[in-house]
Structures are given as C-alpha cells and as structure tokens.
C-alpha cells in the first residue's frame, strides 16, 4: 500500500496544477491527484483549506444548500461576491475559484467580462468557473486575455437545467458523448487550465482526461480524473433529502448538531444552562468597568 505524502504548505497556483498533469501523463501515483470541495464562509474555508485541500470552489450551488432554493439559478452575482470574500478571507494554501452565477454571463460579452473582473478585483478570486463548452469559446478566451483564469464545466451543467430537462446524466450515447468531447476540447483550445467533468459516463471522462493537457476536475465521472470535486454539505451530511449516487458520506455533521442543540435546550428548559462557573459574580468589584466587560480566564481566553 501506498502512502501519500501530506500536502505541502505552498500557496496552490494555477501553473501548478498545470504541471501536475504534465507530471502525472502516464503515471498512477495519487499523490497527483488534485482535491477540490465547496465553500461558502469563512470558518468553512479556512477549515478546508487548513485539512489540505487543493481548491476551494466558491460553487453557486450555495443557491440550494445555503439559500434553500431548488436549483442554482437564484443566487445573485451580489451574494456570489459576498461569499467569495468571506472564504478568500479564511484561506492561505488552496487556489480560490469563484463560480459565475446564471446571467452574468449569458448576455454582453463585455459585461461578462467587467463581471468577471469583480470576482478578481473586489472578492479576491484567483479564477472564475464557467458552465458551457462550444458556446463559451469566445467568453474564455476573452477572459485570458484579460488574465483572469479560467475552469470550464462541461457535462451536466446545473444552470442549464430547464435546458437539460433536469439534473441527467450527459454523455449517454455516442452523439451526446461526442458533443461533450467538443465542449472539452473547446474549453481547452479557449484558454482555461482546467475543466469539470460532471455526471457522465467513467468511460467518456477517462477518454477527456487522456486527451486534454489541462487537469479534469470529476464529480460523478468516476475515479479517472485528475481530481474530484464534491459539495461540502454532501460530504459532511447538512443537505436535506436526496444525494447524488457520486456524493460519498463522510461524517453525519447534521445528526450532530441537532443533537448538540437539543441538549441545550434541554439545559436551558432544566435550569442548568448556565451553571454558576459560566456565570459573573458581583464580588469581584476590584476590576475596573471595562475588565468586567471583556473578562479573561487563565489562559487568556474569553
């Protein structure tokens, strides 16, 4: 067995997992795979960013697992913005690629560039992320030119959903995997250094990732990518309902909260919340006014 070794604590650029896939042609060891997952705040990301990952990906998903909404269509290029400054603000080591939401990027060229810019500019993404293959050709070329890098999306694409008829598998027959080859090759001949592979056969994904020179990012395209991608909430158990097949479980986070917050109220309901060692006390009337106001123990904590 293996052992791959911990993750560095270098800053994660664009150039180099751009040398990862050069490094990685021909070879198996999974210390060149390249791990991405969602995040939407501040104590999330610097989490994530602290376990190691590679990429954080400020995702429009937000839409439904932050926002409540049933697709990722509502989310605004505001709270996308917002968000986007709360992770860059909690991380360090991963490479921070903001997703651009639907509309602002479907219209204007120019404005969808400006929109881009902002990303960069005010949030302090280190790229953007862009659904479409064939069709966004232009917008990414345009926005390398600008020098805001680009990660395609190809496949199920969410925010063409109504187009897609729903969230289907793409890919399925030898037209449709076809045209998903073009789009990759598209996003690739365009200018982006990496491109998601979504909900498609793990044949058609192993192909794209053999042909393309940029890193393929999976999520329900099997394990023959460069790296894989996964929400979050999937991950960690705080989405409600139904899972994708591909969303592998790895702690049940949401069972533990609600456990923790029904003890509380329980404490609360009893009588025993707060006990009188978290309480203040009136004898201590040596301390001035404002070290009342902001006590310390020991150890300096509050």
């Given at each position: ?14 150039p ?15 210390s ?24 954080l ?8 697992v ?12 505001e ?6 400054r ?21 219209g ?5 560039v ?18 479409g ?55 690739e ?16 994904a192993?192909?794209?990732?053999r ?11 099997g394990?023959?990518?460069?790296g ?22 790895y ?6 909260i ?45």
């Open positions: 067995m293996s052992v791959v070794p911990n993750p560095g604590s270098g800053k994660i650029t664009v180099e997992l751009l040398q990862r896939k050069s490094a990685a042609a021909g070879s198996t060891f999974n060149q795979k390249i791990t991405c997952l969602t995040a939407y705040d501040y104590p999330t990301a610097r989490l994530l960013d602290e376990a190691g990952v590679d990429l990906l400020v995702g429009d998903s937000l839409s439904m932050m926002l409540g909404y049933e697709s990722t269509l509502p989310v605004t290029l709270e996308m913005l917002l968000l986007t709360a992770v860059k603000r909690g991380v360090k080591r991963a490479l921070v690629v903001a997703d651009m939401p639907y509309g602002s990027y479907h204007d060229l120019g404005e969808s400006r929109n881009a810019v902002r990303f960069v500019k005010e949030a302090g993404a280190e790229a953007v992320k862009i659904e293959g064939e069709r966004r050709l232009e917008l990414i070329a345009k926005l390398t030119e600008a020098e805001i890098p680009v990660m395609g999306h190809v496949g199920l694409t969410p925010q063409s959903v109504n187009a897609l008829g729903g969230f289907r598998v793409q890919g399925k027959t030898v037209d449709a995997a076809e045209q998903v080859l073009r789009d990759a090759r598209a996003v001949a365009a200018g982006a250094f990496a491109v998601v592979l979504e909900a498609m056969p793990r044949e058609l192993a192909q794209i990732t042909e393309l020179k940029i890193p393929t990012i999976g999520i329900g395209a394990p023959d990518c460069d894989q991608i996964l929400v979050l909430h999937d991950l960690v158990g705080l989405t409600f309902g139904k899972t994708p097949k591909f969303a592998r479980r702690a049940d986070v949401g069972r533990v609600a456990k923790a917050v029904r003890e509380y109220c329980e404490d609360v309901r009893g009588g025993t919340f707060p006990s009188d060692g978290e309480s203040y006390h009136a004898g201590q009337m040596e301390k001035t006014m404002e070290q009342e106001e902001a006590p310390v123990n020991k150890d300096g904590d509050w």
